[in-house]
């Protein structure tokens, strides 16, 4: 058995003991709900609280996960913005479907959300490209995401090339935009005693309202 230490991992847990979230506490649309907890990791200055996990799959069936950053959410859905030309990419091209997860652990809290996933419209991508720091723009244009490179200095001749080129004003590469999850489950998991875990799921019904209700840790 793996150890950390002089411990088994197998004996690494806590007793979360922080919150509840009952029916009657938790908001009736999800949205408003994941607002109420993403103001509060924020307040409680949860590190990187808009970091979420983003599960795609491939045309083989395989699943995968990275870690990218949410840059909005409404009443549309959730989104963020990467290189249409990376493996995620491929892979929503292939299954437009996805799903995030938010762990925002001080809060012994969890989220998580699936749906159907588009490109948002040009102009937003466009919108948001240019509100982005001049280096993160560079990058944008210098970097094939997801391509094999021969080397670090590779990578960096292709960014003073970039800069060499476009300066303070890089135009937003056709490879590069965003994407928005139009979420039809949400799932709000809040850590309590005993592994007793408090789970309120919200199902998109056919008329385009939402079911809430209680499911066992």
């Known amino acids: 058995m793996s150890q950390t230490k002089d411990r088994s991992i197998a004996d690494l847990r806590i007793d979360y003991s922080q919150a509840s979230l009952s029916e009657a506490d938790s908001a009736a649309d999800p949205i408003m709900q994941f607002g109420k907890w993403f103001d509060e990791a924020i307040q409680a200055e949860v590190p990187e609280a808009n970091a979420m996990s983003l ?120 490879h590069w935009g965003g994407y928005r999850l139009f979420p039809d489950t949400v799932e709000f998991w809040q850590g309590r005693r005993s592994r007793l875990h408090d789970r309120i799921l919200y199902t998109l019904n056919a008329e385009g309202s939402w079911q809430r209700q209680r499911l066992q840790p």
């Open 55 to 174: 599960a795609t799959v491939g045309s083989n069936g395989r699943p995968s996960s990275r870690i990218v950053l949410i840059k909005q959410f409404d009443e549309r859905g959730f989104t963020w913005f990467t290189n249409f030309e990376s493996r995620k990419g491929h892979e929503l091209l292939e299954h437009p479907y996805g799903a995030l997860l938010f762990h925002w652990i001080a809060l012994e809290r969890q989220v998580r959300i699936e749906g159907r996933v588009e490109r948002v419209s040009e102009s937003e991508s466009d919108a948001y490209f240019h509100s982005r720091p001049l280096r993160s723009r560079l990058s944008a244009i210098a970097s094939a995401q997801s391509q094999p490179i021969g080397s670090r200095d590779v990578l960096e001749a292709e960014y003073a090339k970039a800069e060499q080129e476009f300066g303070d004003h890089p135009p937003r590469p056709n």
